[in-house]
């Protein structure tokens, strides 16, 4: 008999498993189950589009045909309610039940609300899912003044989008710097300067302590933690991501902010994997449970999770760098490996709008910030995949041509 494969998310970590499962075992049945209305697309590129720079078509990644010629089930606007492990179903909110003998999860996150007043007025704007990026478009398209909450990766797109659409913007933020876990001031400067030419104006040591709205219930204006009011018809609020597993309660699958699995995807209950953004997963550079929120990232633990649900004895481990990168201004950016853990780091400025920050632990490279030329992430990744100490080289490493081939690297390494 075949076997049967339930995925539930359609994202790029459940798509690219489906894939996989596939590819390893032509007779089993796959279903992939989303509450969206549409099969896989570019969450990466939803910005662009956002900012109305870039049609719909070319976001789209598969269309519901690709599923059918694979001859996968495809199940959109389907909400998984429950998952019974002891059964081996899953349950639907009205489209039935699933029956497994492997499931994957790959259902990320939803993005957090502001616990504050009228936070889910009219006009304040989530970004994760395409049908959020129409609505802010054309919101954005016809608003004169925003505020931006969120000083991260997600509330910079929000940011941009507001620059590219001509919203007279403020983005507010907690610190005294854009993305504090990750910059130093030296580094943040080169972002802050590329957003006020830009037209958005940071608001630092700041928060949001409400929202007032119109009669209609619109947001018109966003009150911050030290009693401003800013005009805003647009609001965009990035300040993290709930993880979607409400529908596990009961199942026993272990959970700390985030499901927790092995390297090889695996969790603690016998036949459910997981993958992507939704997994803290045992990463084998670091020697600790980890999580990324990258495309990269998902995709290849889709692919991993796959593998090993479908294998019969010899399991493939997770081992990856990731990376994350902006194109909102004239200089490119890079997050690569895990910047803001560590013990020591480093740091150097080349030009107004080149800058650079390396994070180690316990001797080792672990991750680091490129602003300007991201030419070597390449060869910064290796290092972290080899797992060599190399922080008592700093000089070495932040030559602006950094030649790993002058690290005196010990051969026991
Ligand atoms: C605006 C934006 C910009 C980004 N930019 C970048 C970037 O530049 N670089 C980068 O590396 N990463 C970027 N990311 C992050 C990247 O897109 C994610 O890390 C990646 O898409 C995660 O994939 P995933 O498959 O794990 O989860 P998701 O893509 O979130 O997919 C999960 C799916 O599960 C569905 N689901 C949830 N609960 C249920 C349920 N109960 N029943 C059925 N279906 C359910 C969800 O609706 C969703 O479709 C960006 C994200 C956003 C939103």
Redesign the pocket.
């Known amino acids: 008999m075949s076997e049967s494969y339930v995925i539930?998310?359609?994202?790029?970590?459940?798509?690219?498993a489906a894939e996989t499962i596939r590819e390893e075992d032509p007779e089993a049945d796959v279903s992939v189950?989303?509450?969206?209305g549409e099969a896989l697309y570019?969450?990466?590129?939803?910005?662009e589009f956002?900012k109305g720079k870039l049609p719909e078509a070319p976001i789209s990644i598969h269309e519901e045909e690709w599923y059918a010629e694979r001859d996968i089930d495809l199940e959109l606007n389907?909400?998984?309610?429950d998952v019974d492990p002891d059964a081996h179903e899953v349950h639907?909110?009205d489209s039935g039940t699933f029956e497994y003998d492997k499931l994957l999860v790959?259902?990320?996150?939803?993005?957090t609300q502001l616990p504050v007043d009228n936070s889910d007025a009219e006009g304040i704007h989530h970004?994760?899912?395409f049908q959020?990026?129409r609505k802010i478009q054309q919101h954005a398209d016809e608003a004169d003044t925003g505020v931006v909450v969120g000083a991260g990766?997600?509330g910079i797109?929000?940011a941009a989008v507001c620059a590219a659409q001509g919203v007279d913007a403020k983005y507010i933020m907690r610190g005294n710097r854009w993305w504090r876990y990750g910059l130093s001031l030296d580094g943040a400067e080169i972002i802050h300067d590329a957003l006020e030419e830009k037209g958005v104006e940071p608001v630092f040591e700041s928060g949001v302590e409400g929202f007032e709205t119109d009669d209609d219930g619109r947001v018109v204006s966003t009150i911050d933690a030290n009693g401003e009011e800013y005009e805003s018809d647009f609001v965009g609020v990035?300040i993290g991501l709930n993880f979607?597993t409400?529908?596990l309660q009961g199942t026993g699958i272990e959970e700390d902010s985030g499901i927790v699995v092995d390297e090889y995807m695996q969790t603690n209950v016998e036949d459910i994997y997981a993958?992507?953004?939704?997994?803290r997963y045992y990463d084998t550079i670091l020697d600790q449970y980890a999580q990324?929120?990258?495309?990269?990232?998902?995709?290849e633990?889709?692919q991993i999770a796959a593998k090993n649900m479908v294998a019969d004895g010899e399991e493939e481990e997770f081992r990856w760098v990731?990376?994350?990168?902006?194109?909102h201004f004239d200089f490119p950016f890079l997050s690569f490996g895990f910047p803001t853990l560590g013990d020591d780091e480093c740091e150097r400025k080349y030009s107004d709008t080149e800058w650079r920050r390396l994070a180690f632990k316990d001797g080792k490279l672990v991750g680091g910030v490129l602003i300007g030329d991201i030419a070597p992430q390449g060869r910064y990744k290796d290092l972290i995949r080899k797992e060599v100490e190399v922080a008592d080289q700093k000089e070495v490493l932040l030559e602006q041509d950094f030649d790993p081939d002058e690290l005196a690297i010990p051969q026991e390494q």
């Open positions: 539930i998310g359609d994202g790029v970590a459940g798509s690219s189950i989303t509450d969206e570019n969450r990466i590129l939803i910005k956002a389907t909400f998984v309610t639907t909110y790959a259902t990320g996150g939803t993005p970004f994760w899912t959020d990026a990766l997600l797109d929000l990035a979607n409400e529908y993958a992507g953004d939704i997994t990324n929120g990258s495309w990269g990232s998902a995709k633990q889709g990731s990376s994350y990168s902006i194109t």
